[in-house]
């Protein structure tokens, strides 16, 4: 069963920066679009960007001038990099991608979350 596995989130100061990695659990699958969302504590599941395959983005308006997305489709990874991190940034992050296998069947899968908290 394939999964997608989530790496580098952590804590860290206002004004810093972090980087989450998202890739496939198993060879032979591929993403297609692929994004991240949060969650902060008692509040919804909110997109923050997505990427195609082809490179389109896509950022809500909290992310836009701080955060990229980007993709690296020889690594079969998304990454999400985060600059001028602030207090309202905390939150669980959540990859989220359209994912096909050889045979063209696509599946849409939730990483497991990364916990990014930003404090001083």
């Known amino acids: 069963q394939v999964q997608l596995v989530e790496s580098g989130g952590g804590l860290v100061q206002p004004g810093g920066s972090l980087r989450l990695s998202c890739s496939a659990s198993?060879?032979?699958?591929?993403?297609?679009?692929g994004g991240w969302y949060r969650q902060a504590p008692g509040k919804q599941r909110e997109l923050v960007a997505t990427i195609t395959r082809g490179g389109s983005l896509n950022y809500a308006d909290s992310a836009k001038g701080r955060f990229t997305i980007s993709r690296d489709n020889a690594k079969n990874t998304v990454y999400l990099q985060m600059n001028s991190l602030k207090a309202v940034d905390t939150a669980v992050y959540y990859c989220n991608a359209e994912v096909y296998d050889y045979r063209r069947t696509y599946q849409t899968l939730w990483g497991q979350g990364t916990q990014v908290t930003v404090s001083s």
């Open positions: 198993e060879s032979g699958f591929f993403i297609n679009v």
